[in-house]
């Protein structure tokens, strides 16, 4: 069986995403919008604007398109997926309904305090509950965490250390900070404990965990400055050791499936649980509808066969979860190269100069770049990924950092801690 693949992104996850499917024996021909340069690399450009839903329908149709994989959270909270299953097209990616795991903070925490889920103590507010969310502010233990319901781009989150700054980051919120995404807050209690990110593949059902990770996001060395897009990863992160994932199936990935599938909206694609995990007790923090980025490109490595199979048979209901094998000895690390100045204001433009790479356990994701005059040049503020793997995790860190030190373009950023957590646990 041959399967004609759309991917839909233009990041960094969305490039590793085609490098598996594009080796995948079931790929036949791979196309992507909006792609990217290292995208088109490896997919043929489809010549869709990606939120028309009639275009990308009338493109899958005119190409026979057997599976679409959608990368970001905006076209599923958009109902991408809906519309495609809707004319007999499989999507990897959830529907609409399943995606508000990701697209309303409130909708997620209530699943899972419904289906008691392990997460934070919450509650929500709207706009016109302003009084009460101030008089709960004050009845809760600081820091506190607050949190716009929509999709705020990864930005709608305050840690609150003082309760001025509390009831100051709601009356924004409420005022239209992250605009709509605003509308609805939560506001929870902070919990203690190290993050690892977990993907889990799933036709709504059954379902295969992908080796765990660990993202780095804040902008400096040592977990300090800024809140990023993600500065880099690593995995398997031996935080979410099998004791604690033996927990997270139990107590989250099985409930949280079952809520979905019994309310009648089975969850297909991959389901991203964002955990906090202290003394081998895992918390939710967050779901996402989809592959995290950076972390896609570190756990793909450390999975070989047929990935393009493991989608298809997700999307259309029977997973197989034997066309893909998890490689159990082996460790990935990506650093990202940004411009300086990220994620404040930088530059665009830089030409880059790649290295030629010779081996097979080090590569080069493309994220935030483009072509012009021919040549290729930065065009956002994480510019690259630079991803090794290696036997141990210090054999990939070393490798890695060894490239990132070859990509030449000026300005170029990046943390020097990338994957040292790795070698605390
Ligand atoms: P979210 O968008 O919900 O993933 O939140 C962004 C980041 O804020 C997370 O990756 C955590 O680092 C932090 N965070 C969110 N909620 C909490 C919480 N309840 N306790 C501690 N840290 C949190
Ligand atoms: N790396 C965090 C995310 O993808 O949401």
Known sequence: MKLNILLIGSGGREHSLAISLAKSKSCGKLYAAPGNPGIFEKAEKADIVTNNHQHVVNFCKDKEISLVVIGPEQPLAEGLSDVLT?????????????AGLESSKDFSKRLMQTHSIPTAFYKSFVASEMFEAHKFIDTMPLPLVLKADGLAAGKGVVIAQSYDDAHNAIDSMFAGEFGAAGNCVII??????????????TDGTDYLILPPSQDHKRIGNGDTGKNTGGMGAYAPAVIANSEVLEKVKVRIIEPILKA???????????????????????????FNARFGDPETQVVLPLIKGDLAKLFYTAAIGIIEKDSVEIIGNKSAVCIVLASDG???????GYEIALPKIE???SFIIHAGTAI??????????????????GDSLNQAV??????ADEIKFDNKYY??????KGFKS
């Not at 070393?398 to 490239?403: M, P």
């Open 372 to 389: 012009k005059d021919g040549k290729l040049v930065s065009s956002g503020g994480r510019v690259l990924g630079v991803v090794a793997t």
């Open 188 to 201: 929870e209690e902070f919990m203690q404990g190290e993050e690892a990110s977990v993907f889990v593949v």
């Open 398 to 403: 070393k490798t890695a950092y060894i490239l």
């Open 359 to 361: 081996d097979d356990y």
């Open 342 to 348: 990220y994620p404040d204001s930088y530059n665009k």
């Open 86 to 98: 809707g004319v007999g097209i499989a999507v990897f990616g959830p529907s609409k309904y399943a």
């Open 260 to 286: 979905l599938r019994d309310s009648g909206n089975p969850y297909r694609g991959c389901l991203y649980v964002g955990l906090m995990i202290n003394n081998s007790e895992p918390k939710v923090v967050e």
């Open 415 to 420: 943390r020097n801690d990338i994957a040292q």
